[in-house]
Every structure is written in structure tokens, then in C-alpha cells.
């Protein structure tokens, strides 16, 4: 079965700092990898996806990840953080038609 | 609206009463999802369908827990005889599932059960 590992559980940072969240995950088929942000009070969305191709991948709002196979990583960046990235952010992996989520990592900036 | 759409969106229930829960895919979408999120976890599979069939379910998904989609359209999720551990968010996504092709699921804004 899959599994992702987020580290970092809460980080708070100023605007315009930069950002990097780490996700490892273990799976041994053919990996699609997934970023979900979770704003407060809103729903999950998609921050961004990789399923094949490139390794590093641009999603949504500035957002982008890279995929390093030979380390099973898909670490989460953006170089400069703004107030409104405050949210909750879920690293996935998919396998056997199943998402494995990690734990999130609890993201606060500040003005 | 035309994103997956959850009903009720809270629900408080004293233990021991059965539970029901209504999902709403996107329309084009053939596969369904459950998954139930506790405060300071990720999401967690619960079971899935592909059209009316539930594929796969989770160990997650004890004897109290049914989950129908009888005509491949909405689905719903029944707990019966619920505990105070069955508090959490009840969280519904939607995807295609196209042999062979990669897809991303989209999520609703769930559920949230609390039993007392």
C-alpha cells in the first residue's frame, strides 16, 4: 500500500518569504503525485499534479514541485509567499486507484 | 455550481442513532470516493465506485458502514449505530476513470459528523 510523509507539521513565515514543503512517499507501481491546498473554510482543491513527463511541474497560484524519483520526493515551493497562501496543504500519492494522503502541513503567513 | 456537491454539511447525532450522507459528483464523472478526515490527518480512503459497482473498500470501512451509488449518478454514505469515534469529516470526491489515463479527483466540501 502507499504512503507520503509530510514533515513540518506547522510552519509560519512573513510575506514574501519562500517556501518549501517536503513530501516522501512509498509506492512501488507507476506514481501520480498530487499537491491539495485546503484554505479556511473552503474545500480541497488541486494545487497541482504530476503524472508523467517534466519533473518539475507549475500549478496554480505560483506554486510548483518537483518529482525526484530516486529519492521518492515531490517537495511543494514558492518563492515568495503572500498573506492569502494560508491554508492547510496535503501531499498524495495515487495507487490502486486510491489516493494516500500525508498529514498535512499547517501553513501560516504573516502580513 | 457545477463542482461535487456534500449533504448535510454538519450533522450532530447521539450515539447509538444511524447516520446518512449524500454525495454529488460532477456529472461526467463515473468514479466516486469516500474518504473520512480527524482533526490532524489527511484524508483517509474509505471506498470507491466506478459507475453503480463499489470497487474497493477500505479496512477503514467496518460492518456499521454502507455506501450505495444505485444508479451510478449521486451516492450515498449510512452509518449505523454510530460511535463517538465515527466523528470526523466525511469527505466525497469525484474523478473520470478512463482505462490507461491518469485522472485527479475533485473533492467536496464533506461532511462534518460529530456524535455525542
Known amino acids: 500500500a502507499q504512503s507520503v510523509s509530510q514533515h513540518n507539521h506547522h510552519v509560519i513565515l512573513s510575506e514574501a518569504a519562500s517556501l518549501e514543503l517536503g513530501c516522501n512517499y512509498s509506492?512501488?507501481?507507476?506514481?501520480?503525485l498530487f499537491w491539495y491546498v485546503q484554505y479556511p473554510g473552503q474545500h480541497l482543491q488541486l494545487l497541482l499534479k504530476y503524472f508523467s513527463g517534466d519533473p518539475l511541474v507549475k500549478g496554480i497560484k505560483g506554486f510548483e514541485a518537483e518529482f525526484i524519483k530516486s529519492k521518492f520526493s515531490f517537495n511543494l515551493r514558492k518563492p515568495s509567499v503572500q498573506w492569502s497562501d494560508t491554508a492547510e496543504y496535503f501531499c498524495a500519492v495515487r495507487g490502486n486507484n486510491r489516493l494516500a494522503f500525508g498529514k498535512g502541513n499547517q501553513v501560516v503567513v504573516i502580513p | 455550481d457545477t463542482g461535487v456537491s456534500q449533504d448535510p454539511r454538519h450533522k450532530i447525532t447521539k450515539r447509538g442513532q444511524n447516520v446518512t450522507f449524500r454525495c454529488d459528483p460532477i456529472s461526467e464523472h463515473n468514479r466516486l470516493y469516500w474518504y473520512r478526515q480527524t482533526l490532524g490527518q489527511g484524508p483517509e480512503f474509505l471506498t470507491y465506485?466506478?459507475?453503480?459497482?463499489?470497487?474497493?473498500k477500505s479496512r477503514l470501512l467496518s460492518d456499521r458502514f454502507s455506501a450505495e451509488r444505485p444508479k451510478g449518478s449521486f451516492s450515498t454514505l449510512e452509518i449505523q449505530r454510530t460511535e463517538q469515534g465515527d466523528s470526523a469529516m466525511y469527505l466525497c470526491?469525484?474523478?473520470?476513470?478512463?482505462?490507461?489515463?491518469?485522472?485527479?479527483?475533485?473533492f467536496g466540501p464533506g461532511t462534518r459528523l460529530t456524535v455525542t
Open positions: 465506485f466506478q459507475n453503480e459497482a463499489q470497487l474497493e
Open positions: 509506492y512501488g507501481g507507476t506514481v501520480n
Open positions: 470526491a469525484s474523478s473520470l476513470g478512463l482505462a490507461g489515463s491518469p485522472y485527479e479527483q475533485y
